[in-house]
């Protein structure tokens, strides 16, 4: 009996109805035959729910991630069977390591063909298990329900993660009973059940800090989705802590602030704010992994600090240093409790944060100066870093491709203000990542401008998505830095192979042509003296548009990535 009955639905309908009672208001998808009987569910009931329609699935599963990181809830995504399955992993691959709630429901082949050879079949739940923190596949209607509450749970507890459910088409149309169709509130919105720290690690993470001298903090993402900005602000304050972020930390201090270093590792650190790190005599992790990048191969910090980790995954703390005090906690509780802790004491020693990062800001300053006001052509990747912190609101939401502009706008965009509104895809650097993830980023905060900044070889990757981004007219702005080559690859090249440079080369397009195929309004920009000018009706068009910028390629260029420095 469908849902008019009142007592039973098909399990495409009550997938339907279990999205809307986890708080679901978008979902980014693609078509196909497994898919009809959900289709058909999403058209015929009343749920309050917008399905974005993508051109691939890989994109449907970026514009979750986006979404979920500016808004704080699970992004869903969907796809059908086979290649459709194929292509939405690579998105999850990204949330999973970034720690972003990301469900993709794919939908699967009758359970009853398992084994007799049908087409776009696939072993789904093989394929998925080992890029999400919960993977399911959905052979009992009875059982659906229950599986989509475990996959929100998984997702939005401990450390957040993506979600994969495989939905047959055959357990779409059985029965389910409505009396199974309820929710946990509390796993709409992530970090959910949050863990608090042991005083007695609290404690002994406040006596190492009054020990220290030059003690650093050095914040991942962990801060950012935990929301702990006021209370890492607290703890730099009361101790004049200079504070440090990984490219995925950026926000969880307001760079503007006298106390925040920037970015340290080997893509956007430079080697002044190194010297921060290399100074220290208490490194203070918070949500950070301390990985290659954070640490340049884990040269930084140098071994034999003191460390002190907070994070809310107990395999990350230690993994990497040896660990003092371990904090395994969420993160914006365990500040809170160290503020509080370090609050109650008298004479605490201030650690010369203001000073300390005053220092590194000088430094990278004085490499940037010259090249962002530079009047050569090709037009320099600092002048529009340079450019773009003259224009955009302090609230605008960038998001930035591997390649050109992840390590210049993490080295040299200040953000204004605390919280989440920078976005990098650095788990796995996948190309194509930037213009989908701002649509997500736009339909979550649809008030802040979302900017897609990439290479021109991410463009390739993604140019479809300009399509979708017309239909809904969704109001992003594309930028694509254009120097005909993979610019991260040629560099790497000219510092490690001696300048053998190997199919790293392509022919240039004219992107702002193939823009004003999809109906975007486009520009291009040849000369830096034009450059202000063209980004300031860019960004006031009202609709979305595209600015090509015949930029500088890596490989030529003085890049804040540090082997390419030395």
């Not at 309050?48 to 699935?57: A, C, I, V």
């Not at 869903?76 to 972003?100: K, Q």
């Not at 200040?414 to 976005?423: C, D, V």
Request: aromatic share 6%.
């Amino acid at each position: 009996m469908s849902e008019a009955g009142h007592n039973r639905l098909s399990g495409a309908e009550a997938t339907v109805r279990m999205l809307q009672t986890h708080g679901v208001r978008h979902v980014f998808g693609l078509c196909g035959d497994t898919s009809l009987p959900l289709y058909d569910a999403l058209a015929r009931l009343d749920h309050g729910m917008t399905h974005f329609l993508t051109r691939d699935e890989r994109h449907a599963a970026y514009m979750a991630d986006g979404y979920a990181r500016v808004t704080g809830r699970p992004g869903v995504c969907e796809g059908p069977s086979g290649g459709g399955a194929t292509y939405i992993m690579p998105g999850l691959v990204e949330a999973d390591e970034s720690s972003i709630p990301v469900l993709a429901i794919t939908t699967d082949v009758a359970t009853t063909a398992e084994g007799r050879f049908p087409l776009t079949a696939l072993d789904q739940e093989a394929l998925f298990r080992p890029v999400t923190k919960w993977n399911g596949v959905a052979r009992s209607a009875a059982r659906l329900p229950a599986q989509i509450r475990a996959a929100f749970r998984a997702m939005t507890t401990g450390r957040p993660g993506a979600a994969h459910l495989a939905l047959p088409i055959d357990v779409q149309k059985a029965e389910v009973p409505e009396a199974e169709l309820w929710a946990d509130a509390r796993h709409r919105v992530f970090p959910a059940e949050r863990a608090a720290p042991d005083p007695d690690a609290i404690r002994a993470a406040a006596d190492m800090l009054a020990e220290a001298r030059s003690a650093v903090a050095i914040c991942g993402g962990g801060p950012v989705i935990a929301g702990a900005e006021a209370a890492l602000a607290r703890v730099a304050d009361l101790l004049d802590l200079p504070v440090a972020t990984t490219v995925s930390g950026q926000g969880a201090l307001a760079e503007t602030d006298p106390r925040a270093v920037g970015v340290v590792g080997s893509n956007g650190g430079v080697p002044a704010t190194r010297a921060v790190v290399d100074a220290a005599d208490v490194v203070l992790f918070v949500g950070c992994r301390a990985g290659s990048v954070t640490t340049e191969r884990w040269r930084a910090p140098p071994p034999g600090r003191r460390v002190i980790h907070i994070d809310s995954d107990p395999m990350a703390i230690g993994a990497n240093y040896a660990t003092e005090v371990a904090v395994c906690a969420d993160a914006r509780l365990a500040l809170e409790a160290l503020a509080d802790e370090l609050s109650a004491r008298e004479d605490l020693p201030g650690q010369r944060g203001q000073s300390r990062a005053a220092a590194a800001w000088e430094a990278k300053l004085a490499a940037f100066r010259p090249l962002a006001e530079s009047a050569a052509r090709p037009i320099r990747p600092e002048a529009v870093v340079a450019a773009l912190m003259e224009i955009l609101p302090a609230d605008a939401t960038l998001v930035a491709d591997p390649g050109t502009p992840c390590p210049y706008i993490s080295a040299h965009y200040r953000l204004p203000r605390a919280g989440r509104h920078f976005i990098s895809n650095r788990a796995h650097g996948a190309l194509g990542y930037a213009l989908a993830a701002a649509m997500g980023a736009h339909v979550g905060r649809p008030d802040a401008p979302a900017l897609a900044l990439m290479g021109d070889g991410s463009f390739g990757f993604c140019c479809g998505e300009f399509e979708t981004l017309v239909r809904y007219r969704l109001p992003v702005k594309a930028l694509v830095f254009s120097n005909a080559t993979y610019g991260w690859i040629k560099a790497g090249q000219k510092t490690g192979f001696g300048g053998r440079y190997h199919n790293v080369d392509f022919g240039r397009t004219d992107h702002a042509a193939v823009a004003r195929a999809f109906d975007l309004a486009a520009w291009t920009v040849e000369d830096p003296a034009d450059l202000r000018a063209t980004l300031g009706a860019w960004l006031a068009h009202d609709g979305p548009a595209l600015i090509d910028v015949i930029a500088q390629p890596l490989h030529e260029a003085a890049a804040p990535v540090s082997e390419w420095i030395a």
